[in-house]
Nanobody, 125 residues
Framework: QVQLVESGGGLVQAGGSLRLSCAASGRTFSGYFMGWFRQAPGKEREFVAAIRRSGTTTNYANSVKGRFTISRDNAKNTVYLQMNSLKPEDTAVYYC??????????????????WGQGTQVTVSS
């Protein structure tokens, strides 16, 4: 069992930056594959980025590639999402998620075992 708590969301102007954090407690953090998803009003929750247990491999949605960076600090039990060059279409509630399996499609929501409560990111034009 692991508990996930996101932080770092807020209101930012287009072109600005934010860094989201997701703190994990419970079982050993390094044993989890981690992902970030987001959900805009009226839309389905969509994949944003993911990182393997060791941090050696990352995946990104095409819409954020080159602007967002996922990273993790296993010593601090935390995964981060650095978001640069933000656009109004990035506005959403951002969720971090964890799963035990280090394999499998990172995009598929149902493969994740645990979810945080989400943090709101609003990008004004």
């Amino acid at each position: 069992q692991v508990q996930l708590v996101e932080s770092g969301g807020g209101l930012v102007q287009a072109g600005g930056s934010l860094r989201l954090s997701c703190a994990a407690s419970g079982r050993t953090f390094s044993g989890y594959f981690m992902g970030w998803f987001r959900q805009a009003p009226g839309k389905e929750r969509e994949f944003v980025a993911a990182i393997r247990r060791s941090g050696t491999t990352t995946n990104y949605a095409n819409s954020v590639k080159g602007r967002f960076t996922i990273s993790r600090d296993n010593a601090k039990n935390t995964v981060y999402l650095q978001m640069n060059s933000l656009k109004p279409e990035d506005t959403a509630v951002y969720y971090c998620a964890a799963r035990v399996s280090d394999w499998g499609n990172p995009v598929v929501r149902n493969l994740y075992d645990y979810w945080g409560q989400g943090t709101q990111v609003t990008v004004s034009s």
